[in-house]
């Protein structure tokens, strides 16, 4: 926190004692270098500042960011105009100057600070649960492009029919996306969303991907095994290392994400033992032979996702 006034630094440093900040005395911007590198030491050293001009106030707010700070800052008057339009977050009151108001990403419309946290949190849920969500549908894009062009070049028989792709990304995407997009998160934000993302997705669609091929070229090299057999197996295999996908994404646990989590394995065991559903998703139970060979390669697909995982929170915690 860095207080900076136009007015003296004697009447600013009381005003800081008053709402509690340890400001014994301010510092007299007149006496400010210019230059950036020593001016970020008093900035580093100091929190009241007086006597600052507009143009001190953005110089104050561009030497903070060249020295590695993400600078929030508040203002009303026009003299805060330049620093506000610079900062990373300018923020101003209701009652600022239109200029001001301009300039500033936030208005307060009803000038209360208390305001900040709640808007700090809101965009911190948005942007880290959009983050975590786009996993889900990154890999699901990655796994669909490989197995479009892996059976199309081989001229097989596409793994799954239209139904039920459908029932696998509802339980493993759209529907516990739509609750992990709605949680409280509090993890603040870290540039790179994009690469993040991709760097764990694209992988685990590779992953998932080789489980249902697997599962495909046993069929084939067998022969004796129905089509539809053939696809419930590749089913299988997909909903399996496409749910741990989601749990791993979903890290960490809570007792609200663990039942989301839970209820689409439910789901899975619903749309497999269930007649209805069976005739409507045009499953068929598999051989057991088949059926080990998907649950083989799911498990294949499962340890290898959460080898990934793992490197992945490992790689980015240390950065």
Same mark, same amino acid.
Request: hydrophobic share 50%.
């Given at each position: 926190?860095?207080?900076?006034? #136009?007015? %003296?630094?004697?009447?600013?440093? &009381?005003?800081?004692?008053?709402?509690?900040?340890?400001? /014994?005395? #301010?510092?007299?911007?007149? /006496?400010?270098?210019?230059?950036?590198?020593?001016?970020?030491?008093?900035?580093?050293?100091?929190?009241?500042?007086?006597?600052?001009?507009?143009?001190?106030?953005?110089?104050?707010?561009?030497?903070?960011?060249?020295?590695?700070?993400?600078?929030? +800052?508040?203002?009303?008057?026009?003299?805060?105009?330049?620093?506000? !339009?610079?900062?990373?977050?300018?923020?101003? +009151?209701?009652?600022?100057?239109?200029?001001?108001?301009?300039?500033?990403?936030?208005?307060?419309?009803?000038?209360?600070? %208390?305001?900040?946290?709640?808007?700090?949190?809101?965009?911190?849920?948005?942007? &880290?649960?959009?983050?975590?969500?786009?996993?889900?549908?990154?890999? !699901?894009? =990655?796994?669909?492009?490989?197995?479009?062009?892996?059976?199309?070049?081989?001229?097989?028989?596409?793994?799954?029919? @239209?139904?039920?792709?459908? =029932?696998?990304?509802?339980?493993?995407?759209?529907?516990?996306?739509?609750?992990?997009?709605? +949680?409280?998160?509090?993890?603040?934000? &870290?540039?790179?969303?994009?690469?993040?993302?991709?760097?764990?997705?694209? @992988?685990?669609?590779?992953?998932?991907?080789?489980?249902?091929?697997?599962?495909?070229?046993?069929?084939?090299?067998?022969?004796?095994?129905?089509?539809?057999?053939?696809?419930?197996?590749?089913?299988?295999?997909?909903?399996?290392?496409?749910?741990?996908?989601?749990?791993?994404?979903?890290? @960490?646990?809570?007792?609200?994400?663990?039942?989301?989590?839970?209820? +689409?394995?439910?789901?899975?065991?619903?749309?497999?033992?269930? @007649?209805?559903?069976? %005739?409507?998703?045009?499953?068929?139970?598999?051989?057991?032979?088949?059926?080990?060979?998907?649950?083989?390669?799911?498990?294949?697909?499962?340890?290898?996702? /959460?080898?990934?995982?793992?490197?992945?929170?490992?790689?980015?915690?240390? !950065?």
């Amino acid at each position: 926190m860095r207080i900076i006034s #136009g007015d %003296d630094p004697r009447t600013v440093a &009381a005003v800081a004692r008053e709402v509690g900040l340890d400001a /014994e005395y #301010g510092y007299d911007a007149r /006496e400010l270098p210019a230059h950036p590198d020593l001016m970020l030491e008093a900035l580093e050293d100091y929190v009241v500042f007086g006597r600052v001009t507009p143009k001190q106030k953005k110089d104050m707010v561009l030497a903070l960011q060249r020295g590695g700070h993400t600078v929030a +800052m508040t203002g009303d008057g026009v003299n805060d105009a330049l620093a506000l !339009k610079e900062a990373d977050i300018g923020i101003a +009151m209701d009652s600022a100057a239109a200029a001001t108001k301009a300039v500033s990403r936030i208005v307060l419309l009803d000038g209360r600070f %208390d305001r900040l946290p709640g808007v700090v949190a809101e965009g911190r849920r948005v942007i &880290a649960n959009i983050e975590r969500v786009s996993v889900l549908f990154l890999s !699901k894009t =990655a796994y669909a492009i490989i197995l479009s062009a892996t059976f199309g070049a081989l001229l097989w028989d596409f793994p799954f029919l @239209p139904r039920q792709l459908s =029932a696998t990304d509802g339980r493993t995407i759209g529907i516990p996306a739509f609750f992990l997009a709605l +949680m409280p998160n509090n993890r603040r934000y &870290a540039p790179g969303f994009l690469k993040r993302s991709l760097s764990f997705a694209v @992988p685990c669609g590779f992953v998932v991907a080789a489980a249902v091929f697997a599962v495909n070229v046993y069929a084939t090299a067998v022969g004796a095994h129905t089509l539809s057999a053939t696809r419930t197996a590749s089913v299988v295999a997909l909903s399996l290392a496409g749910l741990w996908i989601l749990a791993a994404s979903s890290r @960490p646990l809570n007792p609200i994400r663990a039942c989301i989590i839970g209820a +689409m394995y439910l789901g899975l065991v619903l749309v497999l033992s269930v @007649p209805l559903l069976q %005739d409507f998703f045009g499953l068929e139970w598999p051989p057991n032979d088949l059926l080990l060979t998907a649950l083989g390669s799911a498990r294949g697909g499962i340890l290898a996702i /959460e080898a990934l995982h793992r490197f992945h929170s490992r790689s980015y915690a240390r !950065k």
